[in-house]
């Protein structure tokens, strides 16, 4: 099955926001990344739904890109006591202030962007800075209500600072970017742009896990028997990406420019709204082709 709306995923489990651009939540107070700041609202009004007059205790964040952490100074103003949890990598990004004022431009620009596809009562404060609070390693596991345990699993093939992290308790995967996005048409975006092998390498060690709940970065959660399914078609159209760019790059003679644009003109351009912001498709598709060009091309 796949889950294509915020709401209830199954008992305790919920995607809140906009499923674009989704937030996690266990009822058991833990909340997974931050999305866009500009969605803080919308999330906040979700999470209260779900946890009554509760507050969340935790908030685990996959990686440091601005439609994964936009919200959550606003959660941390919100709920004073909550705790971040992030790689050391993260920690180190995040305390960067060129990494700051990018998060702070891709999220302004994601409010237009919201805008432009019919998302009102946006938040129009500023993404405002934030550390982690407790830092997690991979094999990390830390306890939270419920008995349930949060198992952390370093992933870095999409970023240097990525963390999945595992239930074991629900069979829950919160991989995010490590497993690829669908786009909505069936489409994979390969989303590999530090590591290819290290993203191929993740992707193969979810299929080895007992996964019932696979939660990507954007769009969509994947359930039941689709879980194998879109692991084995996440595996075949990052080769398939990559034997596409090595085409392009020997056709455009190694130019990294021209390439990118003709890989936007085929995965980026057509593709419906909601999609990625234009300026944040373009930053990671460089990513993706320089490291492509690095390690097939010779010259």
């Known amino acids: ?10 008992d305790g489990f919920y995607v809140t926001g906009h499923p674009s651009v989704p937030v996690y939540v266990l009822k058991s107070g833990v909340i997974f990344d931050g999305g866009f700041t500009a969605l803080a609202r919308h999330y906040e009004r979700d999470i209260r739904d779900i946890l009554g007059n509760t507050s969340p205790e935790y908030i685990f964040i996959t990686h440091s890109h601005f439609d994964h952490v936009g919200s959550i100074s606003y959660f941390k103003s919100v709920w004073p006591d909550i705790k971040v949890f992030g790689s050391v990598n993260a920690k180190k990004i995040l305390s960067r202030n060129g990494a700051i004022e990018l998060i702070q431009r891709l999220n302004n620009i994601s409010r237009a962007h919201l805008l432009s596809y019919g998302v009102n009562d946006l938040y129009e404060g500023e993404f405002e800075p934030f550390l ?3 830092v997690v390693e991979d094999g990390s596991v830390i306890r939270v209500k419920d008995g349930l345990e949060i198992h952390s699993r370093y992933t870095p093939g999409h970023t240097r600072d990525f963390m999945s992290y595992w239930i074991p308790e629900k069979r829950i995967l919160i991989a995010s970017e490590a497993a690829g996005c669908d786009d909505g048409s069936g489409y994979i975006i390969s989303e590999f742009l530090v590591d290819y092998d290290e993203y191929i390498n993740g992707i193969k060690r979810f299929m080895e896990m007992d996964v019932e709940v696979l939660c990507v970065g954007h769009r969509y959660v994947i359930t039941g028997d689709d879980v194998r399914s879109y692991l084995l078609s996440s595996l075949q159209h990052a080769k398939d990406f990559v034997e596409m760019v090595i085409n392009i790059l020997n056709e455009e003679n190694g130019d990294i420019d021209k390439t ?16 990625q912001p234009e300026m944040a498709y373009l930053l990671n598709t460089q990513a993706r082709v320089k490291l492509i060009a690095s390690k097939y091309m010779k010259n």
């Open 1 to 10: 099955m796949v889950f294509k709306d915020k709401g209830r995923v199954m």
């Open 132 to 134: 982690p609070d407790e």
């Open 260 to 275: 990118v644009n003709r890989v936007k003109a085929y995965e980026w351009d057509p593709r419906p709204f909601p999609k």
